[in-house]
Protein backbone atom coordinates (compact mmCIF):
# COMPACT_ATOMS: atom_id res chain seq x y z
CA UNK A 1 0.00 0.00 0.00
CA UNK A 2 2.82 2.03 0.71
CA UNK A 3 4.38 1.62 -2.24
CA UNK A 4 1.37 2.70 -4.04
CA UNK A 5 1.06 5.47 -2.47
CA UNK A 6 4.44 6.66 -3.44
CA UNK A 7 3.87 5.95 -6.79
CA UNK A 8 1.05 7.65 -7.57
CA UNK A 9 2.33 10.45 -5.56
CA UNK A 10 5.12 10.29 -8.07
CA UNK A 11 2.78 10.31 -10.69
CA UNK A 12 0.80 13.13 -9.93
CA UNK A 13 3.61 15.59 -9.49
CA UNK A 14 5.27 14.21 -13.12
CA UNK A 15 2.25 15.29 -14.46
CA UNK A 16 2.11 18.46 -12.72
CA UNK A 17 5.77 18.77 -14.30
CA UNK A 18 4.14 17.92 -17.92
CA UNK A 19 1.31 19.62 -18.13
CA UNK A 20 1.16 22.61 -15.59
CA UNK A 21 -1.22 24.54 -16.87
CA UNK A 22 -3.79 21.82 -16.09
CA UNK A 23 -3.40 22.11 -12.54
CA UNK A 24 -2.53 25.88 -12.26
CA UNK A 25 -5.78 27.49 -10.29
CA UNK A 26 -4.76 31.65 -12.01
CA UNK A 27 -3.19 31.15 -15.34
CA UNK A 28 -5.76 29.65 -18.07
CA UNK A 29 -4.50 29.13 -21.24
CA UNK A 30 -6.05 31.85 -23.88
CA UNK A 31 -6.12 29.67 -26.86
CA UNK A 32 -9.66 28.41 -26.82
CA UNK A 33 -11.10 31.92 -25.95
CA UNK A 34 -8.96 33.37 -28.95
CA UNK A 35 -10.29 30.37 -31.04
CA UNK A 36 -14.11 30.46 -30.19
CA UNK A 37 -13.79 34.47 -30.92
CA UNK A 38 -12.56 33.96 -33.96
CA UNK A 39 -15.42 31.51 -35.05
CA UNK A 40 -18.16 33.63 -33.70
CA UNK A 41 -17.16 36.73 -35.35
CA UNK A 42 -16.54 35.02 -38.65
CA UNK A 43 -20.14 34.02 -38.46
CA UNK A 44 -21.10 37.76 -37.53
CA UNK A 45 -19.59 38.61 -40.59
CA UNK A 46 -21.72 35.67 -42.90
CA UNK A 47 -24.90 36.58 -41.37
CA UNK A 48 -24.20 40.31 -42.25
CA UNK A 49 -23.51 39.53 -45.94
CA UNK A 50 -26.44 36.97 -46.52
CA UNK A 51 -28.98 40.22 -45.69
CA UNK A 52 -27.57 41.66 -48.93
CA UNK A 53 -30.60 40.33 -51.50
CA UNK A 54 -29.73 39.36 -54.86
CA UNK A 55 -31.27 41.57 -57.41
CA UNK A 56 -33.57 39.96 -59.68
CA UNK A 57 -32.62 42.17 -63.05
CA UNK A 58 -29.04 42.26 -65.06
CA UNK A 59 -29.58 45.99 -65.79
CA UNK A 60 -26.92 48.28 -63.33
CA UNK A 61 -30.48 49.70 -62.55
CA UNK A 62 -30.93 46.88 -60.26
CA UNK A 63 -28.22 47.45 -58.19
CA UNK A 64 -29.51 50.63 -56.68
CA UNK A 65 -32.14 49.29 -54.44
CA UNK A 66 -29.27 47.96 -52.74
CA UNK A 67 -26.56 50.31 -52.50
CA UNK A 68 -27.32 51.91 -49.06
CA UNK A 69 -27.65 48.11 -47.87
CA UNK A 70 -23.97 47.82 -49.20
CA UNK A 71 -22.93 50.80 -47.41
CA UNK A 72 -24.32 49.90 -44.47
CA UNK A 73 -22.47 46.53 -44.67
CA UNK A 74 -19.11 48.00 -45.37
CA UNK A 75 -19.77 50.51 -41.87
CA UNK A 76 -20.78 47.27 -40.04
CA UNK A 77 -18.08 45.00 -41.72
CA UNK A 78 -15.17 47.37 -40.95
CA UNK A 79 -16.54 48.09 -37.13
CA UNK A 80 -16.54 44.19 -36.66
CA UNK A 81 -12.99 44.00 -38.35
CA UNK A 82 -11.58 46.69 -36.32
CA UNK A 83 -12.44 44.51 -32.94
CA UNK A 84 -11.18 41.66 -34.28
CA UNK A 85 -8.22 43.40 -35.08
CA UNK A 86 -7.74 45.30 -31.49
CA UNK A 87 -8.79 41.81 -30.08
CA UNK A 88 -5.65 39.77 -31.79
CA UNK A 89 -3.28 42.40 -30.61
CA UNK A 90 -4.92 42.54 -27.17
CA UNK A 91 -4.67 38.84 -26.77
CA UNK A 92 -1.01 38.97 -28.15
CA UNK A 93 0.33 40.45 -24.85
CA UNK A 94 -2.27 38.48 -22.91
CA UNK A 95 -0.37 35.79 -21.17
CA UNK A 96 -3.50 34.02 -19.15
CA UNK A 97 -6.91 34.67 -18.99
CA UNK A 98 -9.40 33.71 -15.62
CA UNK A 99 -13.01 32.87 -15.24
CA UNK A 100 -13.69 36.99 -15.46
CA UNK A 101 -11.85 37.20 -18.48
CA UNK A 102 -13.82 34.36 -20.20
CA UNK A 103 -17.06 36.43 -19.25
CA UNK A 104 -16.29 40.03 -20.35
CA UNK A 105 -15.03 38.29 -23.46
CA UNK A 106 -18.57 36.65 -23.78
CA UNK A 107 -20.38 39.90 -23.01
CA UNK A 108 -18.28 41.73 -25.93
CA UNK A 109 -19.44 38.63 -28.39
CA UNK A 110 -23.19 39.26 -27.08
CA UNK A 111 -23.11 43.13 -28.29
CA UNK A 112 -21.44 42.55 -31.57
CA UNK A 113 -24.13 39.53 -32.46
CA UNK A 114 -26.39 42.30 -32.53
CA UNK A 115 -24.61 44.35 -35.13
CA UNK A 116 -26.36 42.20 -38.07
CA UNK A 117 -29.40 42.59 -36.51
CA UNK A 118 -29.21 46.39 -35.87
CA UNK A 119 -27.52 47.38 -40.15
CA UNK A 120 -30.47 44.89 -41.18
CA UNK A 121 -33.56 47.05 -39.67
CA UNK A 122 -31.48 50.35 -40.34
CA UNK A 123 -31.07 49.28 -44.06
CA UNK A 124 -35.12 47.83 -44.04
CA UNK A 125 -36.42 51.12 -42.49
CA UNK A 126 -34.30 53.57 -44.81
CA UNK A 127 -32.01 54.98 -41.96
CA UNK A 128 -34.80 56.28 -39.92
CA UNK A 129 -34.00 58.01 -36.83
CA UNK A 130 -34.79 55.22 -34.09
CA UNK A 131 -32.88 52.39 -35.88
CA UNK A 132 -30.02 54.40 -36.58
CA UNK A 133 -30.05 55.67 -32.72
CA UNK A 134 -30.35 51.90 -31.60
CA UNK A 135 -27.29 50.95 -34.03
CA UNK A 136 -25.51 53.33 -32.39
CA UNK A 137 -26.88 52.06 -28.73
CA UNK A 138 -25.13 48.58 -29.62
CA UNK A 139 -21.45 50.23 -30.64
CA UNK A 140 -21.74 52.32 -27.53
CA UNK A 141 -22.04 48.95 -25.74
CA UNK A 142 -19.83 47.03 -27.53
CA UNK A 143 -17.54 49.74 -27.13
CA UNK A 144 -17.95 49.60 -23.59
CA UNK A 145 -17.79 45.68 -23.37
CA UNK A 146 -14.26 45.86 -24.97
CA UNK A 147 -13.24 48.54 -22.56
CA UNK A 148 -14.41 46.23 -19.57
CA UNK A 149 -12.88 43.26 -21.10
CA UNK A 150 -9.45 45.27 -20.86
CA UNK A 151 -9.92 46.43 -16.92
CA UNK A 152 -10.54 42.83 -16.36
CA UNK A 153 -7.47 41.67 -18.15
CA UNK A 154 -5.26 44.54 -16.38
CA UNK A 155 -6.55 43.05 -13.01
CA UNK A 156 -5.12 40.09 -13.38
CA UNK A 157 -1.46 41.12 -15.03
CA UNK A 158 1.22 43.15 -13.30
CA UNK A 159 1.16 46.47 -13.18
CA UNK A 160 4.34 47.22 -15.13
CA UNK A 161 3.30 44.34 -17.55
CA UNK A 162 3.39 44.88 -21.44
CA UNK A 163 0.32 44.30 -21.09
CA UNK A 164 -0.33 47.42 -18.93
CA UNK A 165 2.49 49.71 -20.47
CA UNK A 166 0.51 49.11 -24.54
CA UNK A 167 -2.91 49.80 -23.08
CA UNK A 168 -1.70 53.19 -21.52
CA UNK A 169 -4.73 54.91 -20.47
CA UNK A 170 -6.96 54.18 -23.05
CA UNK A 171 -7.84 57.93 -24.41
CA UNK A 172 -8.79 56.98 -27.99
CA UNK A 173 -11.31 54.48 -26.49
CA UNK A 174 -12.88 56.65 -24.07
CA UNK A 175 -13.18 59.42 -26.54
CA UNK A 176 -14.93 57.08 -28.79
CA UNK A 177 -17.54 56.14 -26.24
CA UNK A 178 -18.11 59.82 -25.40
CA UNK A 179 -18.93 60.40 -29.68
CA UNK A 180 -21.55 57.46 -29.55
CA UNK A 181 -23.07 58.64 -26.66
CA UNK A 182 -23.41 62.11 -28.47
CA UNK A 183 -24.33 60.15 -31.83
CA UNK A 184 -27.35 58.43 -30.15
CA UNK A 185 -29.60 61.57 -29.32
CA UNK A 186 -28.40 63.50 -32.63
CA UNK A 187 -30.15 60.83 -34.53
CA UNK A 188 -33.45 62.21 -34.02
CA UNK A 189 -32.00 65.88 -34.98
CA UNK A 190 -30.60 64.70 -38.19
CA UNK A 191 -29.79 61.15 -39.07
CA UNK A 192 -26.83 61.94 -41.30
CA UNK A 193 -24.53 63.45 -38.52
CA UNK A 194 -24.98 59.98 -36.25
CA UNK A 195 -23.84 58.10 -39.01
CA UNK A 196 -21.37 61.00 -40.06
CA UNK A 197 -19.67 60.97 -36.33
CA UNK A 198 -19.97 56.85 -36.55
CA UNK A 199 -17.89 56.70 -39.99
CA UNK A 200 -15.49 59.27 -38.37
CA UNK A 201 -15.02 56.70 -35.33
CA UNK A 202 -14.51 53.96 -37.75
CA UNK A 203 -11.50 55.79 -39.61
CA UNK A 204 -10.08 56.53 -36.08
CA UNK A 205 -9.72 52.34 -35.41
CA UNK A 206 -8.75 51.80 -39.34
CA UNK A 207 -5.44 52.71 -38.73
CA UNK A 208 -3.58 50.16 -37.19
CA UNK A 209 -2.67 51.05 -33.46
CA UNK A 210 1.31 49.84 -33.37
CA UNK A 211 1.53 49.66 -29.69
CA UNK A 212 1.21 46.05 -28.90
CA UNK A 213 3.34 45.62 -32.85
CA UNK A 214 6.47 47.90 -30.82
CA UNK A 215 6.17 46.30 -27.54
CA UNK A 216 6.01 42.98 -28.32
CA UNK A 217 8.79 43.10 -30.68
CA UNK A 218 11.33 44.03 -27.46
CA UNK A 219 9.36 42.42 -24.89
CA UNK A 220 9.40 38.51 -23.67
CA UNK A 221 7.58 38.81 -20.55
CA UNK A 222 5.46 35.40 -19.38
CA UNK A 223 2.89 34.21 -17.21
Do not use: Q
Not at 22 to 34: D, F, N, P, Q, T
Request: aromatic share 12%.
Amino acid sequence: MAGDTDRSGTSGRSLRRIAPSIYSVGCMSKARLEAFTDGVIAVIITIMVLEMKVPHGVEPAALAPIVPVFLSYVLSFVFVAIYWNNHHHLFHAVHHVTGGTLWANMHLLFWLSLVPFVTGWMDENHFAPLPVAIYGGVLLCAGAAYFILTRVLLRSHARGSLLSRALGDDRKGKISLVIYAAAIPLAFVRTWISLALYVAVALTWFVPDRRFERLLAGDDDTC
